[in-house]
């Protein structure tokens, strides 16, 4: 896989550097930060000019460099699970989400609040891409993700171990910012056109709401994401004091 842009190099370099196996620096490339930790973890390094670095990575944005690393490592959900008391994780359940532009920022909102892990499914859905990484902009080093063949048997294993399932409904449900939440909590979100599947929403515990008091549309599912995950970190530091 290739990682590139400034921001998401730079976070591998500091968070996993093991996992780059080379790196290309633009002639012009100037990050003194970046290129100590390239040196100090001796990590081969070849300068080229603006149209060969192109070749190597064809996107926008490359921002003068480019990393060659190591494919993206999933977390075991059964791994996870077992840790999710100790370290007071929530997991953020995404069912249907194609988008990786919308997985990206996902995982970067997780990774910016702390103490989430994400779950994704086999099929049907987008998994951990190039893109994914470019959009997290180096979430994916501070949030773990599993990929799960079936996220309602996910769910049900997570339930026998005291997790609460709480999910996003547009028109029922509660308002997330009047109910106190159950935790430890599993957070089911569906895609934008059809939500939340039946088979996986009829083991939702408690179904909660944006309230949006302006215009008649509709926030995306990133953009949801990080309103859920900002009021579930919030009351999970209420409930720690």
Not at 95 to 103: A, K, M, T
Not at 166 to 188: M, Q, R, T, Y
Not at 213 to 221: D, E, M, P, R
Request: proline residues 3%; positive net charge.
């Amino acid at each position: 896989m290739y990682l590139y842009g400034k921001n998401s190099v730079y976070e591998r370099l500091k968070a996993n550097p093991k996992s780059i196996k080379k790196i290309f620096l633009q002639d012009d490339f100037s990050f003194a930060e970046a290129e100590k930790l390239i040196k100090e973890n001796n990590i081969p390094a070849k300068r080229v000019s603006q149209k060969e670095l192109r070749r190597i990575k064809r996107a926008d944005s490359l921002q003068g460099v480019v990393a060659q690393v190591e494919e993206f490592k999933y977390t075991d959900f059964d791994e996870l699970l077992n840790n999710a008391e100790e370290k007071n994780f929530s997991f953020i359940f995404l069912d249907r989400i194609f988008d990786p532009q919308n997985l990206g920022a996902i995982i970067r909102t997780t990774a910016c609040l702390g103490g989430f892990g994400v779950v994704l499914p086999k099929h049907k859905a987008c998994q951990v891409t190039e893109t994914v990484l470019r959009v997290s902009c180096g979430g994916e080093n501070y949030t773990p993700v599993s990929l799960v063949s079936n996220l309602t048997n996910a769910l049900l294993k997570a339930k026998k171990c005291g997790f609460w399932a709480v999910g996003s409904a547009v028109e029922e449900g509660k308002d997330i910012g009047e109910i106190e939440l159950p935790f430890p909590l599993c957070f089911i979100l569906g895609s934008e056109g059809s939500g939340v599947r039946y088979g996986l929403g009829k083991h939702i515990d408690i179904k909660v709401n944006i309230p949006m008091k302006g215009a008649a549309l509709s926030f995306n599912v990133a953009a949801a994401a990080a309103i859920f995950c900002y009021a579930i970190s919030q009351a999970r530091a209420k409930g720690n004091k």
